[in-house]
């Protein structure tokens, strides 16, 4: 057999294999979630549904500006010197694991709470925490989306007397729209899932809708990990996959709501 | 009109052009010839400043003004997006926006904040463009032939009114009749307008030009 349809082979059973342990995990929580839905509904969950929905929005609605505001400076008013620092900076931000965020969210609460004795662990306090941990997924991604606009065009519209902001709006961000997308995306799925922020800066397992940013609150990774830990029976066991189904569907709500968004803007 | 005093211009360290003397004015077509690397489109640039949004290390001595019905003076003095719009640049090859055939034409006006009646149709039809696009105005530029393509540019520069039109080896990836039919654009617009032509092609120099100068090697180019 030669080399090349050796590695064909391997490279497919290797495809398939993947492939068929996420299917076979979707499956089973898919299984077990409507199995839950239908013995137990919704209801004790639906204080964490919420939760997770209004952070996920607060958290990706603060980093997307933030993102694209930072690798636009990068792009086009940045000296060489500043733009290897930030690039060095998001690096390391990236590669930070997320509970040392939470733990400087939590230490940032500390701080306040000596001058501010009502500030307390709460969704703005958690939101802000995974802002800044999503912060280098959408800087990457429009980083990445500007430098596959192609130098010609730019060219071309400075020559029709664009300016820089001309040639931003009308050539560069159309160009990465796709990029900047996949950013978000990334940001959302980051966010909806990560437990170890949230644990340190206001989620909490027990406190019912939301009803304030400066208040704690549910969320589902929360609800999962915690009740995972301290679980007393098969209902409560059982509850933790309609969590974790309903944690699945709203990623991809969100990612498809996010798409529309980026299609209409594109328009 | 544009009048070039003792320019010297290069990279870095290195001069490419010592010593430039020229004056090129409205209603004529020169030819600007020279070997590969030896600083022509280089020159165009540094007319419409276009060389700040390539390099950085480009550098310039001596001066370039120009005199239209709306500018006029050092092109260092002027800003250089309003100086693009009265000097107008066309490529080597096509290079059409990703957009439409008449969003490709209108970009120009949209930038400017400026809007004319008709200005679209008036700038395809003195490209001699306007019978093969007018069905296709909504259509992605790049779908238009090469040489379509490139009337199309010539086109975006017609609709900003610009006076000097820099074209930098418009013709070099184009077929025969293409070139044919860029050629009579140039003549014709030379008529109304300043026409810079950089071309190694001295039987297009020859159709076409008024006037020819040849850049030549600087014997000391080190700055």
């Known amino acids: 057999m030669s080399g090349d349809r050796l590695l064909l082979h391997i490279s497919r059973v290797v495809v398939v294999a993947i492939t068929a342990i996420y299917l076979s995990i979707l499956f089973h929580i898919i299984i077990k979630g ?9 209801s004790d969950i639906t204080p964490a549904i919420w939760g997770s929905l209004t952070l996920v929005l607060l ?55 000596r001058y501010i004795p009502s500030f307390r662990a709460s969704l703005l306090l958690a939101s802000i925490s995974l802002c800044i941990l999503v912060l280098p997924y959408i800087v990457k991604a429009t980083r990445l989306g500007f430098s596959e606009t192609p130098s010609d065009h730019k060219a071309v519209a400075y020559s029709l007397g664009a300016t820089k902001e001309d040639v931003l709006f009308r050539i560069m961000l159309p160009s990465a729209r796709g990029q900047i997308k996949k950013g978000i995306f990334l940001a959302i799925a980051r966010s909806a899932e990560d437990t170890a922020v949230i644990m340190l800066t206001g989620a909490v397992a027990s406190y019912g809708f939301v009803d304030g940013l400066l208040s704690p609150f549910e969320a589902l990774p929360f609800y999962i990990y915690y009740t995972s830990a301290v679980y007393s029976d098969p209902g409560e066991l059982l509850s933790i996959y309609e969590a974790a189904l309903i944690l699945i569907c709203l990623s991809a709500i969100f990612i498809r709501l996010s798409s529309g968004i980026s299609r209409g803007g594109a328009k | 009109m544009i009048k070039v005093s003792n320019l010297s211009y290069g990279y870095g360290r290195k001069y490419l052009v010592r010593d430039l003397n020229a004056t090129f004015r409205r209603g004529e077509i020169t030819a600007i010839t020279g070997r590969s690397g030896i600083g022509k489109s280089t020159f165009l640039k540094s007319i419409n400043r276009l060389h700040e949004v390539e390099r950085s290390d480009f550098f310039r001595e001596g001066r370039i003004e120009i005199e239209t019905s709306t500018l006029s003076g050092d092109v260092s003095s002027i800003e250089p997006h309003i100086l693009r719009r009265s000097v107008g640049y066309i490529f080597q090859s096509p290079i059409p926006l990703p957009m439409s055939v008449e969003k490709n034409v209108s970009f120009a006006m949209d930038v400017a904040g400026c809007t004319r009646e008709g200005a679209v149709r008036d700038a395809l039809q003195s490209a001699h463009l306007w019978a093969e696009v007018k069905d296709r105005l909504d259509e992605d530029a790049s779908r238009l032939s090469l040489g379509q393509q490139q009337r199309l540019a010539i086109a975006r520069v017609l609709v900003m009114e610009s006076e000097i039109i820099l074209f930098d080896e418009p013709t070099s990836s184009l077929d025969p009749n293409s070139t044919r039919m860029i050629e009579e654009l140039m003549v014709e617009l030379s008529k109304e307008k300043t026409i810079l032509l950089v071309s190694h092609d001295m039987e297009q120099i020859g159709r076409v030009a008024d006037d020819v100068i040849a850049l030549e090697e600087v014997s000391s180019n080190i700055r």
Do not use: N, Q
Not at chain 1, 34 to 42: K, M, P, R, T, W
Not at chain 1, 60 to 86: C, D, H, N, Q
């Open chain 1, 34 to 42: 409507i199995d839950a839905i239908v013995s137990l509904g919704v």
């Open chain 1, 59 to 113: 958290s990706v609605t603060m980093a997307i500006p933030l993102g694209v505001s930072s690798a636009i400076y990068m792009e086009l008013y940045g000296s060489p010197k500043i733009v290897e620092i930030f690039d060095i900076s998001f690096e390391i931000l990236a590669s930070i694991p997320s509970i040392v965020i939470g733990l400087f969210g939590f230490a940032t609460l500390i701080a306040l709470h």
